[in-house]
Each structure stands twice: as structure tokens, then as C-alpha cells.
């Protein structure tokens, strides 16, 4: 198959996406000059970025594959991923409800709080600490300590039919986070890349699998067993993860464990002895993180480890699976990413130590008090800044990005433990930064190539 025909196949498929939301939601043109502009700017970005990593030969084409016209360097039908990715993405979030409609006997029966702490011992204790919609984080300020509205959003009222298919979809689509979908991706794709991986099939089929799949097993399974928390967490919802109604935990456990069981099948068959011990440890950590009797997300300090082994560990299995060479400078970057991760899960627990004590939980902000456990983070973001001065001219340009992390942490350094909720506001700051830091990192891997 050519990639014009390849190409062809993803825009049709998100060409029914849009007609189907346009008919079954009745878009304005407000969305759609939105969704146009989004398709402009992606397709500028494309056309210019694709050019230059063609010009670094960090990928090549089959020439007799190709159609032949260029937008630069970038072949014409790789502009049709960005525009399939901006009509489908909008139109499926249309499709999947933009206001989570919640179902009126799951939203009047939160469990009364002496009942939360009960469970706070058992299967379902654990608020969410540090682990959603980002590598690490808190996600579980609850009001105990935010002082404001209970939030709750489950939803799957449907009786049967397409109606509960939709509904299904829709709770199996936001326990996947797909604003995270990128955090897991990404750091694979850069280092089978960066390692000499290139674009081949086995690469491709990583990246979907730390795409969707492991983040559906990974966040899927940390919200059935935090079910009872994510009631009261008013951050539960948004770009912060869903509320799982009860109905669904069997069922997202199933699809989580049938559409990552023939990936790593494939991933072990078609990888080598050092990759499948990388991402033994890699579902090791995902799944310990939450299950009941590991719970790793309960032990102070092991809990910031689990989350920050979430995120680097698909950056080791690319360097693994591509054959990359385990050298000073890919160690210390690794171990920087590591601190960087440490980092960001405990200063995202930070906002949740008053809810987390008064229900019994532990994480490692409630180990430290507020407080300490900011300058830990701090200690940690500057460490992993020095770590990173290891990795030689230019890469270690890359230190200087950890220092927009410590600036947007530093007015918290002294938080008391009461006004723990005011960490919120660094919490937020902390998703932005890591948009640019991801865009800025980038340019850096590009420049790498190129010399």
C-alpha cells in the first residue's frame, strides 16, 4: 500500500467522526473555523518540523511509496495525519459529551466520610495521588482541604443498546486521559528515534501502545480501585481525570487488560531479552501503583518512584528496543528524567495533605508536611538540572528547563500544611509548563540530529 492510500484511509475514517458529530451534535461555524484554524496551525508545524527531521535523516521513505509532491521536505500525504488529528480529536470529543451528563443516583451517593476513611484502609483507600493527566501528580485535593464543592461526574444511565455502547465508550475514553495520551508516547517515540529506531512497524506499533493502551491500564486501573476518593475529588472531571461510575470498573478492567494483552505480545515477540525486561518492569509499576495489596501509591517515596517510573520507563524500552547503547550521557538523561518525575509527584500531592491525613492515607506529602515536601521537589528539579549537565554540549542545554519548574514551585516552599490547597494553583502552572518544555525539548532533539 502507498502512504497516499494509508493516509487516504485515516482521513475517511475521521471524515465520518466529523459528519457524525456535525449531525448528531449540530456544530456551528464557531467550531468549525476553530477546528479549521487548529488544521492550519498543525498543518504549518507539520510541514516545517517533518522537514526538519527529514533533513537530520531521522526517518526515511520508501520513494516508490510516495506520491511525489513536497510541502518543503515533508511529503504531501503526511500533512493528512494532522488534518485527520484535527477533525476526528474535536468531533470525538463532541461525540463523547463534552459536559460528562453524571447520573443522579451516582451523584447523591457519595459515601459519608467516616465511611471514606474505613475504605481508606481497604481496596479502595487511595485518593488519586500524583498520577493523572501528567507523569506524576497529585490528582486528589479533596475539600477537606480545598474547602470547596464536591465533584461528582459519573455517568452511564443508559439501559442498553447503542446507548450504553456510547455511554461505555465515553467512561472507557476518559479513564484513558487522553490529554496525557502524549506523556507516554512521546518520551518512547524521541528515544527509539534518537537511537537509531527510525520509522519501522515495530515503532509505530510501540508508540500506539504507549499511546492509548497502557495509559487506558494505567489510569483505567488506578480509577476503579480510587473510585471511593475520586467522589470527593473536586478536581475529578476535567483535564484531571473522570469519576469511573461503579457500573463500568469490570468492564474497564477487561477492555484494559484485552487491548494490552496482543500489544505486548507482539511488543515481546518482536522485541529483544533487554526490551521485555524494561517493559516487565514498566506494567510492573503501572499495575502496583494501585491494585490492592501493592498500593504502591500508599508508601511515601515509593509512591514518587512508581509514578516517575511511569513516564521515563517507555523512554527505556525505546532506547531498548531500538538497540540504543546504554552510555554516560543516555544514563544521566534517563536519571534526570527520573528526579524530574520524583518531583512533579510529590509536589502534586502536596495539595492533598490535609484530605489525605484526614483519611488515612499516606503519600509522601503527608510523610514530609507541605512544606518539606515542596523543597524535596525543588531539591529534586535542581538535582535532575545537574544530572543533566553530564549529558555534554548541547544536550545539556536542557538543564536550563527545569528552572521554570522550580520558579513556579519556590512560592510554596513554606506552605502550611492547612492552607495545602493553595498548591493547587503551582499544580495548574505545572500541566502548561509541561507543554513547553515538551515543545522546547524538541527543538533541542532536533538540533541534536542535525549536527
Same mark, same amino acid.
Given at each position: 500500500?502507498?502512504?497516499?492510500?494509508?493516509?487516504?484511509?485515516?482521513?475517511?475514517?475521521?471524515?465520518?467522526?466529523?459528519?457524525?458529530?456535525?449531525?448528531?451534535? +449540530?456544530?456551528?461555524?464557531? #467550531?468549525?473555523?476553530?477546528? $479549521?484554524?487548529?488544521?492550519?496551525?498543525?498543518?504549518?508545524?507539520?510541514?516545517?518540523?517533518?522537514?526538519?527531521?527529514?533533513?537530520?535523516?531521522?526517518?526515511?521513505?520508501?520513494?516508490?511509496?510516495?506520491?511525489?509532491?513536497?510541502?518543503?521536505?515533508?511529503?504531501?500525504?503526511?500533512?493528512? #495525519?494532522?488534518?485527520?488529528?484535527?477533525?476526528?480529536?474535536?468531533?470525538?470529543?463532541?461525540?463523547? !459529551?463534552? +459536559?460528562?451528563? $453524571?447520573?443522579?443516583?451516582? @451523584?447523591?451517593?457519595?459515601? =459519608?466520610? @467516616?465511611?471514606?476513611?474505613?475504605?481508606?484502609?481497604?481496596?479502595?483507600?487511595?485518593?488519586?495521588?500524583?498520577?493523572?493527566?501528567?507523569?506524576?501528580?497529585?490528582?486528589?485535593?479533596?475539600?477537606?482541604?480545598? !474547602? !470547596?464543592?464536591?465533584?461528582?461526574?459519573?455517568?452511564?444511565?443508559?439501559?442498553?443498546?447503542?446507548?450504553?455502547?456510547?455511554?461505555?465508550?465515553?467512561?472507557?475514553?476518559?479513564?484513558?486521559?487522553?490529554?496525557?495520551?502524549? /506523556?507516554?508516547?512521546?518520551?518512547?517515540?524521541?528515544?527509539?528515534?534518537?537511537? *537509531?529506531?527510525?520509522?519501522?512497524?515495530?515503532?509505530?506499533?510501540?508508540?500506539?501502545?504507549?499511546?492509548?493502551?497502557? /495509559?487506558?491500564?494505567?489510569?483505567?486501573?488506578?480509577?476503579?480501585?480510587?473510585?471511593?476518593?475520586?467522589?470527593? /475529588?473536586?478536581? @475529578?472531571?476535567?483535564?484531571?481525570?473522570?469519576?469511573?461510575?461503579?457500573?463500568?470498573?469490570?468492564?474497564?478492567?477487561?477492555?484494559?487488560?484485552?487491548?494490552?494483552? =496482543?500489544?505486548?505480545?507482539?511488543?515481546?515477540?518482536?522485541?529483544?531479552?533487554?526490551?521485555?525486561?524494561?517493559?516487565?518492569?514498566?506494567?510492573?509499576?503501572?499495575?502496583?501503583?494501585?491494585?490492592? !495489596?501493592?498500593?504502591? @501509591?500508599?508508601?511515601?517515596?515509593?509512591?514518587?518512584?512508581?509514578?516517575?517510573?511511569?513516564?521515563?520507563?517507555?523512554?527505556?524500552? %525505546?532506547?531498548?528496543?531500538?538497540?540504543?547503547?546504554?552510555?554516560?550521557?543516555?544514563?544521566?538523561?534517563?536519571?534526570?528524567?527520573?528526579? #524530574?518525575?520524583?518531583?512533579?509527584?510529590?509536589?502534586?500531592?502536596?495539595?492533598?495533605?490535609?484530605?489525605?491525613?484526614?483519611? *488515612?492515607?499516606?503519600?509522601?506529602?503527608?510523610?514530609?508536611?507541605?512544606? +518539606?515536601?515542596?523543597?524535596?521537589?525543588?531539591?529534586?528539579?535542581?538535582?535532575?538540572?545537574?544530572?543533566?549537565?553530564?549529558? %555534554?554540549?548541547?544536550?545539556?542545554?536542557?538543564?536550563?528547563?527545569?528552572?521554570?519548574?522550580?520558579?513556579?514551585?519556590?512560592?510554596?516552599?513554606?506552605?502550611?500544611?492547612?492552607?495545602?490547597?493553595?498548591?493547587?494553583?503551582? #499544580?495548574?502552572?505545572?500541566?502548561?509548563? /509541561?507543554?513547553?518544555?515538551?515543545?522546547?525539548?524538541?527543538?533541542?532533539?532536533?538540533?541534536?540530529?542535525?549536527?
Amino acid at each position: 500500500m502507498s502512504y497516499l492510500g494509508l493516509a487516504a484511509m485515516f482521513l475517511a475514517a475521521a471524515a465520518v467522526v466529523g459528519v457524525l458529530a456535525a449531525l448528531r451534535r +449540530r456544530l456551528g461555524w464557531r #467550531w468549525w473555523a476553530a477546528s $479549521g484554524a487548529v488544521a492550519v496551525v498543525l498543518l504549518v508545524l507539520t510541514a516545517v518540523f517533518d522537514s526538519l527531521m527529514i533533513a537530520a535523516d531521522l526517518f526515511r521513505y520508501d520513494a516508490g511509496a510516495l506520491a511525489g509532491p513536497t510541502v518543503l521536505r515533508a511529503p504531501v500525504e503526511d500533512l493528512a #495525519w494532522p488534518l485527520a488529528a484535527a477533525v476526528a480529536l474535536p468531533a470525538l470529543w463532541e461525540l463523547a !459529551g463534552r +459536559r460528562r451528563p $453524571g447520573t443522579p443516583a451516582e @451523584k447523591h451517593s457519595r459515601p =459519608p466520610a @467516616k465511611e471514606h476513611a474505613r475504605t481508606s484502609t481497604g481496596v479502595h483507600a487511595h485518593p488519586p495521588t500524583g498520577e493523572h493527566s501528567h507523569p506524576p501528580a497529585g490528582e486528589h485535593a479533596r475539600p477537606a482541604c480545598r !474547602g !470547596g464543592p464536591m465533584s461528582v461526574t459519573a455517568t452511564g444511565t443508559a439501559a442498553g443498546g447503542p446507548a450504553t455502547v456510547r455511554a461505555a465508550l465515553r467512561q472507557l475514553l476518559g479513564a484513558s486521559r487522553p490529554v496525557s495520551w502524549i /506523556n507516554t508516547a512521546y518520551p518512547f517515540a524521541a528515544a527509539y528515534l534518537l537511537a *537509531g529506531g527510525g520509522v519501522t512497524a515495530v515503532g509505530v506499533l510501540a508508540t500506539v501502545y504507549f499511546l492509548v493502551p497502557y /495509559n487506558l491500564l494505567m489510569y483505567g486501573t488506578n480509577d476503579v480501585f480510587d473510585y471511593e476518593s475520586d467522589l470527593r /475529588n473536586p478536581r @475529578k472531571g476535567g483535564i484531571e481525570g473522570v469519576v469511573l461510575a461503579r457500573r463500568w470498573h469490570r468492564l474497564t478492567l477487561v477492555v484494559a487488560a484485552a487491548v494490552n494483552a =496482543p500489544f505486548l505480545l507482539a511488543l515481546v515477540l518482536l522485541g529483544s531479552a533487554a526490551s521485555t525486561a524494561v517493559l516487565a518492569v514498566s506494567v510492573a509499576a503501572v499495575l502496583g501503583y494501585s491494585v490492592p !495489596g501493592l498500593r504502591l @501509591k500508599e508508601r511515601p517515596v515509593l509512591d514518587s518512584m512508581t509514578s516517575a517510573t511511569h513516564f521515563v520507563s517507555p523512554a527505556a524500552f %525505546g532506547l531498548a528496543l531500538a538497540g540504543g547503547a546504554l552510555t554516560g550521557p543516555v544514563l544521566a538523561a534517563l536519571t534526570a528524567f527520573f528526579l #524530574w518525575g520524583m518531583a512533579s509527584q510529590a509536589f502534586g500531592a502536596v495539595q492533598d495533605v490535609a484530605a489525605d491525613r484526614a483519611a *488515612g492515607i499516606a503519600s509522601v506529602a503527608t510523610w514530609l508536611g507541605a512544606a +518539606r515536601t515542596v523543597r524535596a521537589a525543588i531539591a529534586c528539579y535542581c538535582l535532575a538540572g545537574l544530572v543533566l549537565l553530564l549529558t %555534554g554540549w548541547p544536550a545539556a542545554l536542557a538543564a536550563v528547563l527545569v528552572v521554570p519548574y522550580v520558579a513556579s514551585i519556590a512560592p510554596f516552599r513554606s506552605l502550611p500544611d492547612a492552607d495545602c490547597a493553595r498548591a493547587h494553583a503551582g #499544580w495548574r502552572r505545572f500541566l502548561w509548563l /509541561n507543554l513547553l518544555t515538551g515543545f522546547l525539548l524538541t527543538q533541542l532533539f532536533i538540533w541534536l540530529a542535525l549536527r
